[in-house]
């Protein structure tokens, strides 16, 4: 097995886990948004959206950037095109940073308005849906890009 081909199955095991976390902080998310649950409980299910990011899928996604840039730049795929590839993460960073900013604000003991926390639990839903939108893009025209079997089921 290549080098590429044994990144990509570690890739995709990656993958399975972040679907199956990313899948159940949206459930949890859903439900907060159409209940009016307590602030305390919404707050630590975006704090475990943070966190997940900050530890996984933002490692990961810079491991594949740094992997994929240079196997699709010897394939001969322009800036442009292996911008447009590999996930663009500049504004997931700037979302990430919000919510962070926003979390440590419970820290301090600021108050969260309810509209606030609305609009934080929309962006996580928002931020989940564009990290599985991702994957499901990089199994289904990335990995088959770069040689992998296009036969393979789609995990997102």
Do not use: N, W
Not at 86 to 96: G, K, N, P, Q
Not at 108 to 129: N, P, T, V, Y
């Amino acid at each position: 097995m290549g080098s590429i081909a044994r990144h990509i199955e570690r890739f995709r095991r990656e993958h399975q886990e972040l679907v199956r976390e990313l899948r159940q902080l949206d459930h949890a998310i859903t439900v907060l948004i159409a209940s009016e649950s307590k602030p305390a409980h919404a707050l630590d299910i975006l704090e475990r959206l943070r966190v997940l990011l900050q530890e996984h899928v933002l490692p990961h996604c810079a491991r594949e950037k740094e992997v994929f840039s240079v196997a699709l730049g010897e394939m001969g795929v322009s800036a442009r095109q292996l911008q447009e590839l590999l996930f663009e993460d500049r504004s997931l960073h700037r979302e990430y940073r919000r919510l962070r900013k926003a979390l440590s604000r419970r820290a301090s003991h600021e108050a969260i308005l309810s509209k606030d926390l609305l609009d934080l639990l929309r962006m996580g839903e928002q931020m989940i849906a564009r990290v599985l939108e991702h994957i499901r893009s990089e199994e289904s025209v990335l990995f088959p890009a770069l040689g992998d079997d296009p036969r393979r089921p789609s995990l997102a």
